[in-house]
């Protein structure tokens, strides 16, 4: 089955940019969606399409992705970020959705 | 405004099934797949399956391939999900989000906590 590997944790200070790699496969092959969630509550969309940010999610956060790995990066970091993100693709072989196993970004 | 709005918690003995719901408002519920994700105690997010009524597809995930159903209602724009023979490793918050894996899931329902316990 296909398998999507992101680093467990990132750290960033206020300010900074935090950059959030999810590597699979020839990831750069599919449509990458990146959900954020906060303790507590539902995920929230922040990309789609590899890079497009839905309506309501700042410019602060933009996508890529490339060959074997797909990015999220969040520019100018808030205390308001720091959350669980997800990477997250369709796998055509299986007909299944895959979800990285998440980053944990904190704000220091 | 779109909104998926969950059933409330489950609380559930090994072996039992338990049926969850989706209702949804403020979109053409026919138009969009609704994927269902849960999430155990303190674990990452895992693909359940999806149900699309305008495809008239249906998916699941291998872990609960033959213990699942998913279906939605028209009538009522409501989306179920019914899970038999309930383990201890099916305890977790169960959400339903509009879309799928391709397109994105955009709007997601407030979580369903299911505890399975003897």
């Known amino acids: 089955s296909y398998v999507l590997t992101q680093p467990p944790s990132v750290s960033v200070a206020p300010g900074k940019t935090a950059t959030i790699m999810c590597g699979g496969d020839k990831i750069g092959g599919k449509s990458v969606q990146w959900y954020q969630q906060k303790p507590g509550q539902a995920p929230v969309m922040v990309i789609h399409y590899d890079r497009d940010r839905p309506s309501g999610i700042p410019e602060r956060f933009s996508g890529s992705n490339s060959g074997n790995t797909a990015t999220l990066t969040i520019s100018r970091v808030e205390a308001g970020d720091e959350a669980d993100y997800y990477c997250h693709v369709w796998d055509n072989d299986s007909d299944h959705g895959v979800f990285g196993a998440g980053t944990k970004v904190t704000v220091l | 405004q779109v909104r998926l709005v969950q059933s409330g918690a489950e609380v559930k003995e090994p072996g039992a099934s338990v049926r969850l719901s989706c209702k949804t408002y403020g979109y053409t519920f026919s138009h969009y797949a609704v994927t269902w994700v849960r999430q155990a105690p303190g674990q990452g997010l895992e693909w359940t399956g999806w149900n699309s009524a305008l495809r008239g597809t249906t998916e699941y995930a291998q872990k609960v391939q033959g213990r699942v159903t998913m279906t939605t209602d028209t009538s009522t724009n409501t989306a179920y999900m019914e899970l038999r023979g309930l383990r201890s490793d099916d305890t977790a918050v169960y959400y339903c989000?509009?879309?799928?894996?391709?397109?994105?899931?955009?709007?997601w329902g407030q979580g369903t906590t299911v505890t399975v316990s003897s």
């Open positions: 989000a509009k879309g799928d894996s391709r397109n994105g899931m955009d709007v």
